[in-house]
């Protein structure tokens, strides 16, 4: 099995795009400057971003170490309690359908190989996969998805100073172009589910919008009581 790379991706877009647009939509309900929109923004972009990476790398690399640990007490329970663990493989073997010469033989196919014996066992027993964590591959993804997502925003703010355009304008602009961000995260995740893309994409931005929409509000409420 190769790496999953989706939960990250939707994750670190998601949480990107929402909380850079959080700081845009606070500081601007604010009434604050367009430099205090690009500081922050730019810091929550690349604190957090880094924050998060790291944050998966770290419990990604404890979830290996706790798999190899209970790996090594799979192995070592085939030797030292090879009735035992003969018994459980047949209760797992059974609840796939195998019955009479069918289980004997697949009984011993798998005891003559300790390493798939052990791997049916942390698969089925433990309720473990181990091929999917991968510390540094899932670090890559999600500073990667949240940095390239979660610029857009911004990107408004960054070029203001060439576009001819107003600030309630500009804010308009970012909303949709945030909005059309979480909404492109929807839809690559509908394509590894039965959900429609349209769907997925809507029900991203939906709770993206949600989350933006109280930042929005509480910086005007903020600012009116300053």
Same mark, same amino acid.
């Given at each position: ?138 670090? *890559?993804? $999600?500073?990667?998805? =949240?940095? %390239? ?6 990107? &408004?703010? +960054?070029?203001? !100073? /060439? ?6 304008? *500009?804010? $308009?602009?970012?909303? =949709?172009? %945030? ?6 995260? &929807?839809? +690559?995740?509908? !394509? /590894? ?34």
């Amino acid at each position: 099995m190769k790496y999953n790379w989706l939960p990250d991706f939707v994750y670190a877009g998601i949480d990107g795009s929402v909380t850079t647009f959080a700081v845009v939509a606070g500081v601007v309900g604010a009434n604050l400057s367009t430099s205090t929109i690009l500081i922050l923004g730019f810091a929550n972009l690349f604190a957090d971003g880094f924050s998060m990476a790291t944050g998966k790398y770290l419990s990604d690399k404890a979830e290996l170490e706790r798999m190899q640990y209970l790996r090594s007490i799979e192995e070592r329970s085939i030797i030292e309690k090879p009735k035992e663990e003969k018994k459980e493989i047949e209760v797992i073997l059974k609840s796939f359908g195998f019955r009479g010469e069918d289980l004997s033989r697949a009984k011993k196919v798998i005891f003559k190989n300790p390493e798939a014996w052990v791997n049916l066992m942390m698969n089925h027993e433990l309720n473990i996969i181990e091929d999917n964590v991968e510390p540094k591959k899932g670090a *890559l993804i $999600t500073i990667l998805a =949240f940095i %390239t997502i979660g610029l857009i925003p911004l990107l &408004g703010y +960054v070029f203001q !100073r /060439f576009l001819p355009i107003n600030e309630d304008y *500009l804010f $308009t602009g970012t909303c =949709f172009s %945030t909005l059309l961000a979480l909404f492109f995260v &929807g839809t +690559v995740k509908s !394509r /590894f589910s039965k959900k429609s893309w349209v769907v997925g994409g809507i029900e991203t931005s939906a709770v993206g919008g949600l989350a933006a929409s109280i930042a929005f509000f509480i910086g005007y409420l903020l600012q009116k009581l300053a």
